[in-house]
C-alpha cells in the first residue's frame, strides 16, 4: 500500500511525506515531549508550535477550558523565539527521519518574511506552516487571515524570503474560506491547512468570570469537525492545492472524512490530551480501511466523496 503524500509538488524539494498523519500546531510541543508516547518516526510530519521572531510569554491563566466535546485554548503563542529553535531544537530534528514543518506568526508582515528567511537552509527544518489566524493574540495575524489582499500579501513575502516549502493555514473565523483560500494559492502558497480554531468563550457562573484569562480562546476538538470538514469539501472544489485538513480529528474515521472531501493529509490536535496514541491509532485506522477496502494508494481516496 502506498501512503505518501506529496504536499508541495511544484518546489524543487517537494514536501514528501511517508504517510497523510501529522501532528496540529501547539499540541505536540517540539516533537520531543512526546517521544515517550509515540514513535515519532512513523509520523507523516511533524508541526512544531508556533514560533515567533521574539520568545514570548503567552496570555494570563487560566488558559485552558473544557466544553462539550470541545477545548478552549488561550496559549497566547507561548514560545521560545525562532533563534532558540533554530538553535536547540532543529539541530535535533536534523537527524530525524520524520520531516518538520515549522509553524510561524508575526504581527507584520516584515516579521513573517523575517521569519521565513531565517529559517530558510536551517538543518531540520522540510517546510513552514504560515498562521495567519490565532484568534486569542493580537498578534496572532488573524488581521491577515481574514482579509484576502492582507493573506495574499503575507503569503508573497514568504514565498519570496524562503525556499522552503509553504503551507498556508487558514482561519475559519471568516465570512467566505473560498475567498482567502483563492487568493493565498494565486499568491504562490505550495498546500494549504485547514482549519485554525473558532473564536469562543466560556463562563464560570460560581466566579461569575470567563473561564479564561484572555476571555477570548480557540475552540477545538469534536465540536468543530463538521465545521472544519465542510470547509475543506468547499475549498478542495475551488483550489488545486494539497490541502491538509484539521479540525475535531479524534479517529481514522474523521481522518477518512477529511480526505474523502479532498484534503491529502490530516493534522490531528486536540485528541492527543485525551488519547496519546491518537496519531498513531489514526495512521493504523487508515491502513486498516485500505487493506480491507482493497485501496492500494491513498491518492485514490483524496476527494472519493466529491
Ligand atoms: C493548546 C493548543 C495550542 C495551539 N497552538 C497553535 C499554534 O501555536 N499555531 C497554530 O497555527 N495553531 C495552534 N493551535 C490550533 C491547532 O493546530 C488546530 O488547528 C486546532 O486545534 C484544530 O484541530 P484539533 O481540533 O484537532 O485540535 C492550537 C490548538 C490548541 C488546542
Not at 510569554?57 to 466535546?69: F, K, V
Not at 473565523?173 to 493565498?184: K, L
Not at 468570570?209 to 477570548?216: A, D, F, H, R, T
Not at 468547499?234 to 479540525?247: M, R, W
Amino acid at each position: 500500500m502506498n501512503l505518501s503524500v506529496q504536499l508541495s509538488p511544484r518546489t524543487p524539494r517537494g514536501l514528501l511525506l511517508k504517510n497523510p498523519v501529522m501532528t496540529a500546531s501547539g499540541t505536540f510541543g517540539y516533537g520531543t515531549e512526546y517521544a515517550d508516547f509515540v514513535d515519532i518516526q512513523r509520523l507523516g510530519a511533524i508541526v512544531c508550535k508556533g514560533t515567533t521572531l521574539e520568545p514570548r510569554e503567552g496570555n494570563p491563566q487560566p488558559r485552558l477550558a473544557e466544553t462539550p466535546s470541545g477545548l478552549l485554548n488561550s496559549i497566547g503563542l507561548q514560545n521560545i523565539g525562532v533563534e532558540v529553535l533554530v538553535r536547540e531544537k532543529a539541530t535535533l530534528w536534523a537527524s530525524w527521519q520524520v520531516p518538520v514543518i515549522v509553524n510561524i506568526a508575526g504581527e507584520s508582515i516584515d516579521d513573517y518574511a523575517k521569519l521565513a528567511a531565517r529559517l530558510d537552509g536551517v538543518a531540520g527544518v522540510s517546510g513552514l506552516e504560515v498562521n495567519i489566524g490565532c484568534p486569542n493574540v493580537k498578534s496572532g495575524g488573524m488581521e491577515f487571515g481574514t482579509d484576502p489582499k492582507a493573506a495574499a500579501s503575507v503569503t508573497a513575502a514568504v514565498k519570496k524570503a524562503s525556499s522552503l516549502p509553504v503551507i498556508v493555514k487558514l482561519t475559519p473565523n471568516v465570512t467566505g474560506i473560498v475567498e482567502i483560500a483563492e487568493s493565498v494559492a494565486e499568491a504562490g502558497a505550495d498546500a494549504l491547512c485547514l482549519i485554525n480554531t473558532l473564536r469562543g468563550m466560556a463562563i464560570d457562573v460560581s466566579l461569575r468570570k470567563p473561564s479564561l484569562g484572555n476571555i477570548c480562546g480557540g475552540l477545538s476538538g469534536p465540536a468543530i469537525k463538521p465545521v472544519a470538514l465542510y470547509m475543506v469539501y468547499e475549498v478542495a472544489g475551488s483550489v488545486k492545492l494539497p490541502i491538509v485538513g484539521c479540525g475535531g480529528i479524534m479517529s481514522a474515521q474523521d481522518a477518512l472524512e477529511f480526505i474523502m472531501a479532498g484534503a491529502s493529509a490530516v493534522e490531528v490536535g486536540t485528541a492527543q490530551f485525551v488519547n496519546p496514541r491518537a496519531l498513531l491509532d489514526v495512521l493504523e485506522g487508515i491502513e486498516d480501511f485500505m487493506r480491507r477496502e482493497g485501496v492500494r494508494d491513498i491518492s485514490e481516496l483524496v476527494g472519493a466523496a466529491r
